[in-house]
């Protein structure tokens, strides 16, 4: 069975710092979500990526996805306090879109003032 | 625009207990699926649908019953409670197979303290 392994599994850094989060699958990965969760909130949808060689950005937060289609990487420039908060991986188990998802362990982000 | 709708968000039950998790969309979408998060886990799929009348298991379906009467309502029933179940659930939903680019939402999720 597919599986997703995030690291680092945690992370602190200063604010005004830039950082990755990886996210390593050990199968060809169909469509790669990213997800951020703050501490007993849901999930907020950041990017989902499907092509190898893919890149998207939001404000400050860009993901990529390898040209493999084995592993995407999250990169946030300017860390803020804002950024704080769970940061999870999720891909499609199946082939396609099934909506089902299998996800990473988490990397946990702080970001000092 | 309500989204992916959880009720209740927070429970607590004693084991052996019965309750039903609500979720709700509005975004007509045909796949509704379950979720439990447990510390150091990430999220792990229970049961999932495609449409109204087709359910399915997912990687830890064993406690929990789904039903899907309608497109818009995916409730997860716990027929009796465990200690083992005390987890965050989180619904989600999005479209079907067929739509490139597809963006699965979820809910805000239930916190379920079984004791």
């Known amino acids: 069975s597919q599986e997703l392994e995030q690291s680092p599994q945690s992370l602190i850094v200063q604010e005004g710092k830039n950082l990755t989060i990886n996210c390593t699958s050990s199968?060809?990965?169909?469509?790669l979500y990213w997800y951020k969760q703050k501490y007993g909130e849901g999930l907020i949808f950041l990017m989902m990526l499907q092509k190898g060689g893919e890149e998207k950005s939001h404000e400050k937060i860009t993901a990529k996805l390898d040209e493999k289609k084995q592993q995407s990487s999250l990169h946030i420039t300017a860390s803020q306090p804002s950024h704080a908060g769970i940061y999870l991986c999720g891909a499609d188990s199946g082939s396609g879109n099934t909506g089902k998802l299998i996800f990473g362990q988490g990397t946990t982000l702080q970001v000092k003032p | 625009n309500a989204g992916v709708t959880q009720t209740p968000k927070f429970q607590v039950l004693k084991t052996g207990q019965s309750m039903t998790l609500q979720c709700a969309q509005d975004m007509n979408h045909e796949y509704m699926s379950w979720y439990r998060q447990d510390p150091g886990m990430g999220l792990r799929l229970i049961h999932y649908s495609v449409g109204a009348g087709i359910t399915d298991q997912g990687e830890v379906p064993n406690g929990y019953n789904v039903s899907r009467s309608t497109t818009e309502d995916f409730p997860l029933r716990l027929l009796s409670a465990a200690p083992s179940q005390t987890s965050v659930y989180f619904c989600?939903?999005?479209?079907?197979?067929?739509?490139?680019?597809?963006?699965?939402?979820f809910g805000e999720g239930s916190w379920l303290t079984v004791v």
């Open positions: 989600a939903s999005s479209r079907d197979s067929q739509s490139s680019g597809n963006t699965i939402y």
């Open positions: 199968k060809t990965l169909y469509g």
